[in-house]
């Protein structure tokens, strides 16, 4: 029912800046979110955002660096990420939760995008 698409990921120096983006088809009114699965790790939590109120969580490693947007005319979510460290690097998946509950227990996923930030 909703399809998800990530974009902007690239290899990039510790200390540089990166904007991911996340096209979505229809309408979101739920939480999406953003994780990411670094090599022989599970998948974590990066941050969040409520669509219809713009309330937004992180992933303590995250915060203060990140920052996460949406933009409901381009049915688009964005992931800001600032001081980026070797730590960073990691597949980034966007999703939209199926059931309103923060957990993501039941959501639509992407297929990914790459982020790699040279040590």
């Known amino acids: 029912q909703v399809q998800l698409a990530e974009s902007g990921g690239g290899l990039v120096q510790a200390g540089d800046s990166l904007t991911l983006s996340c096209k979505f088809s229809?309408?979101?009114?739920?939480?999406m979110g953003w994780f990411r699965q670094a090599p022989g790790k599970e998948r974590g939590f990066v941050a969040r955002i409520s669509w219809s109120s713009g309330w937004t969580s992180y992933a303590d490693s995250v915060k203060g660096r990140f920052s996460i947007s949406r933009d409901s005319a381009k049915s688009s979510m964005y992931l800001r990420m600032n001081n980026l460290s070797h730590e960073d690097t990691a597949v980034y998946y966007c999703?939209?939760?199926?059931?309103?509950?923060?957990?993501?227990?039941?959501?639509?996923w992407g297929q990914g995008t790459q982020v790699t930030v040279a040590s």
């Open positions: 999703a939209a939760e199926i059931r309103q509950t923060g957990t993501f227990e039941a959501a639509y």
């Open positions: 229809g309408r979101s009114s739920s939480n």
